[in-house]
């Protein structure tokens, strides 16, 4: 059962729309499906909401530390409320995945992303979900800092849109904990569009006059 959904970025109007708040784009939405209003709490350095459901309380976390100190704010929220590491979703943005693309996960490395890197640290475990959304890469490594700081061209946000509107499809199926489900479901490539059927040819045939 996961009972912290995080949604990693950098707070303020000047990193609303870069592809490093992927995560707080993430965590905003399910706020919009649940109904809940994620509101400023200093004790969990973050904006916070807590949404009740029959099996017990949900989190939504948008640590407001910047990136590098993200796990400042996961740790305080998880320890106050006892919440376990496998109990825990961090959702952030993906360089190793295209725009459009996204994975589930359980633990791993924190692949040099630094809000990951924090939360390794101060829970003291790498043993949390995780949901990439993916950004696409700049191709060389010494432009990584200023492609994730910049907003991405329409087309990929539109895409990155989508992949976050099918994992909410999900996202009963995350809370509940079947993340085996979930993630067949969130691995599913989506449908492609219909091609439109060719336009039946013209009858150039013109009938004779009737003699």
Known sequence: MIRLLVGLGNPGPEYD?????AGFWWVDEVARKLGATLLPDRGYHGL?????????????LEPQTYMNLSGKSVAALARFFKIAPEEVLVVHDELDLLPGQMKLKLGGSHAGHNGLKDIHAQLGSPDYWRLRLGIGHPGV????IN???????????ELIDKAIDRSLEALDLVLAGDMEKAMMKIHAKPPRPKQPKPPQPADDATPEAAS
């Open 48 to 60: 916070v909401a807590r949404v009740n459901r029959p099996d017990g309380p949900v989190w939504l």
């Open 141 to 144: 490594k010494a432009e990584v």
């Open 17 to 21: 729309a870069t592809r490093h708040n």
């Open 147 to 157: 492609y994730v700081l910049r907003k991405p061209p329409l087309a990929e946000r």
